[in-house]
């Protein structure tokens, strides 16, 4: 996996405790797709600025995955499902993805 997905994945789970020029700074890195050429200048500040915002955005990012797990934690409730969609009926398997709404 990427480094670009997975921290766009870790985003899903803690975007909402960045503050909110970080959550402005991802969501134009992440979720739009822009370089750091375009960022910076909407941001009006240099590209190596942009970079090193976005680095202490993502060392944010794993010090959260560490102490919380919740990326860590919904990967592995995805690999049981799948063993044990692997080992059940269709039926079985379909009430229990109905748990999770």
Do not use: C, P
């Not at 960022?39 to 500040?45: A, H, P, R, T, Y």
Request: glycine share 2%; proline share 0%; charged share 40%.
């Amino acid at each position: 996996m990427s480094d670009k997905l997975y921290y766009d994945q870790l985003l899903d789970f803690y975007e909402e405790l960045l503050s909110q020029s970080q959550q402005e700074m991802v969501k134009y890195y992440y979720r739009q797709d822009l370089s750091l050429q375009e960022i910076s200048e909407l941001e009006g500040v240099s590209r190596s600025a942009i970079y090193d915002r976005l680095k202490r955005i993502r060392l944010e990012l794993d010090h959260l995955e560490k102490v919380l797990g919740l990326y860590r934690k919904k990967e592995k409730r995805n690999q049981i499902l799948t063993q044990i969609k692997e080992r059940v009926d269709f039926e079985v398997w379909e009430k229990l993805t109905q748990l999770e709404d």
